[in-house]
């Protein structure tokens, strides 16, 4: 093809000396001022409640001329720089030779101790004690990161919350940097774009799929993986260890009174946290078993259901029991029509490019809803702290995959992949899935179901945390049902026995009988 280069003479066209000067143009001159790019512009919404951790005895990130992390704050503690979104929250703790940080939000549902200073003190004085240090963590809930030391010749462990809602991302070529979202992890680290899966993402199995989220712990990047629920992260080595399921006391207090302590301690905590919460409203059980508590206490809100029309996954008759629902309750209901035409003009304004960024570029279309969630609220209450219960983790406790035609039989890429079913067969998926076993112990589950543990480390630490992460714009999102000892307790019963919801309908009975008598879709 190239015959004809051969045997010719490369000549210069010009000397240095006498280049022409270029001026440079800009790609993107902001024209259009509702414009908002990628890597160019900074924005209040970008990363919200977001980190960067780095440890001090590795390359510390540029984050001075990234307009990601543009505002936020940065401290050096122990061993650490951290750079913190202006709404995340930090709290310290020594005691003898252990250190402890706690990022984010978090409070103990059970005791209702909602001081995160005192529980990160309480962490910090089991830091040398594994099975205490682990028995407490189990009954936290909120989103948070906890950094630890337990002594000083000892190495840093990092745990996040029982549902992973706030997610530890970090890359593997890169030990001792992490941080709370993929794509920020990779404009710091300079990690590339993984093209394989990049055209996974462009494949009509995953763009027809509903719950969008990638096989693995895999991320649009290379060398970037989230590190899943029940393990904590060795950030010197950039591996994940796993610490659950492991051997506890029996539960003493029966599923039913221990889901409404749970729920109980929660609803306070958002009173006490929020000013008004904001909640997504729809006729299943899970929206209804958390909304009870939050009307018993008489927490400030409104509620809202998507309408995103039927073909889109819309359920007409979920619009009307909750709006039937709000106002047997007293409270104000707002039915949001996803008006997916005018989105689409709206496809590079802030919100949404925000919402792509803050989702690591997986979730495609999906932030179409949210976009106008956040467009329907940002200016309706000002100045108020705005609190998002989600119903997530209610499969946790009553199962997911158990029923299902990926129903999982032994631990393996294949039996994975056929779980997650988005072209199962295909070499990128398997490895994929080949990798998340690597980086996991699945030897020894003590009698916990592989189904449960998949869920909750595939698609909840997955999936769920980037439907978090999305609403995150629009208010502080929570997931409704987020403790290790609540999820052990229901893991721990026959799976038949869970499918009844039993425990569910005696929530509600116990906070507002009255949500029991509309159907439950």
């Excluded at 032994?410 to 980086?439: C, E, M, N």
């Excluded at 996991?440 to 003590?446: G, I, K, N, P």
């Excluded at 998949?454 to 980037?466: I, P, Q, V």
């Excluded at 026995?497 to 879709?521: G, N, Y």
Aim: aromatic fraction near 12%; include cysteine; proline fraction near 5%.
């Amino acid at each position: 093809m190239f015959d004809w280069l051969k045997g010719k003479e490369r000549k210069n066209i010009s000397s240095s000396g006498q280049r022409s000067k270029i001026k440079p143009v800009s790609v993107y001159p902001s024209e259009v001022k509702s414009a908002f790019y990628a890597g160019v512009h900074s924005s209040p919404l970008l990363y919200r409640y977001g980190f960067v951790a780095c440890l001090s005895s590795t390359a510390a990130p540029a984050l001075d001329g990234s307009p990601s992390v543009q505002g936020w704050k940065t401290n050096v503690w122990a061993d650490w720089v951290l750079t913190l979104h202006p709404g995340t929250t930090m709290v310290t703790a020594s005691a003898g030779q252990a250190k402890l940080a706690i990022l984010g939000e978090v409070f103990n549902p059970f005791t209702k101790e909602f001081d995160a200073q005192v529980i990160a003190d309480d962490l910090c004085g089991r830091a040398s004690a594994t099975d205490q240090f682990l028995a407490l963590l189990d009954e936290l809930s909120g989103r948070f990161v906890v950094l630890v030391k337990a002594e000083l010749t000892s190495e840093w462990l990092v745990y996040n919350d029982a549902f992973s809602a706030r997610s530890i991302y970090y890359n593997a070529q890169e030990p001792g940097v992490l941080a709370s979202h993929a794509a920020l992890l990779a404009e710091l680290t300079a990690d590339p774009v993984d093209f394989n899966i990049l055209a996974f993402t462009q494949s009509p199995a995953y763009q027809k799929r509903d719950v969008k989220y990638l096989p693995g712990a895999r991320t649009l990047y290379q060398n970037i993986f989230y590190c899943p629920a029940n393990h904590r992260l060795r950030p010197a080595q950039g591996q994940p260890e796993r610490y659950w399921p492991r051997v506890v006391p029996d539960e003493s207090v029966g599923c039913s009174d221990l889901l409404i302590q749970y729920l109980d301690g929660y609803s306070d905590y958002i009173r006490a946290r929020h000013d008004r919460e904001l909640f997504g409203l729809t006729g299943g059980l899970d929206s209804r078993t958390l909304l009870a508590p939050l009307l018993a206490k008489k927490v400030p809100m409104t509620t809202f259901t998507l309408d995103r029309g039927d073909k889109n996954g819309g359920s007409s008759k979920d619009i009307v029991l909750a709006r039937e629902m709000s106002a047997a309750a007293g409270v104000e209901h707002e039915t949001l029509r996803i008006d997916y035409p005018g989105l689409k003009k709206a496809y590079f304004t802030e919100p949404m490019q925000a919402l792509r960024q803050n989702t690591g570029f997986v979730r495609l279309n999906s932030p179409y809803a949210n976009c106008q969630l956040h467009n329907h609220f940002k200016d309706r209450f000002s100045g108020q702290s705005l609190s998002y219960s989600r119903g997530f983790g209610g499969e946790l406790l009553r199962g997911f995959y158990q029923d299902k035609a990926g129903n999982i039989k032994d631990i393996s890429p294949k039996s994975f992949s056929h779980a997650y079913d988005v072209l199962p067969g295909s070499g990128l998926v398997r490895d994929s899935f080949q990798h998340f076993i690597a980086a996991s112990d699945y030897d020894d589950l003590q009698s916990i179901d592989p189904n449960d543990v998949f869920y909750g480390e595939h698609r909840m630490s997955g999936w769920g945390a980037l439907a978090i992460a999305e609403t995150d714009i629009t208010a502080c999102t929570y997931p409704g049902y987020n403790s290790r000892r609540l999820y052990q307790a229901f893991m721990m019963r026959p799976f038949a026995e869970r499918t009844q919801r039993q425990e569910f309908k005696d929530a509600i009975a116990h906070f507002m009988p009255q949500l029991l008598d509309f159907d439950i879709e």
